[in-house]
């Protein structure tokens, strides 16, 4: 914070916003697999695209619900069998 650069101060003021977050991965010490969560990510990421004309939350909700698996779906969720 002592630097008269702008950008440096802005990075030393993200990463002591960031503080607990970064030193909790370097206490996993790779205990964690990111691969899992990144598929996730994606995964999420493609359903919402598809559920763009959803008029309602609770339609995306369902979407993703139902996409992702092994979620427990709520008990109002529509069933097609």
């Known amino acids: 914070m002592l630097s ?9 003021k993200m990463l002591r916003n ?5 030193l909790n991965w370097f ?12 598929g996730l990510n994606k995964k999420v990421k493609v359903t ?8 309602s939350y609770k339609a995306i909700r369902l979407a993703l619900y139902r996409n992702l698996g ?6 109002h969720a529509h069933r097609f069998c």
Do not use: D, N, Q, W
Request: glycine share 8%; hydrophobic share 40%; proline share 8%.
């Open 4 to 12: 008269k650069i702008e950008p440096m101060k802005k990075v030393a």
């Open 18 to 22: 960031h503080r607990e977050l970064l």
């Open 27 to 38: 206490h996993a010490k790779g205990a964690i697999s990111f691969g899992v969560v990144e």
């Open 70 to 75: 092994a979620l427990p779906e709520p008990e």
């Open 48 to 55: 919402t695209r598809k559920a763009y004309g959803y008029r």
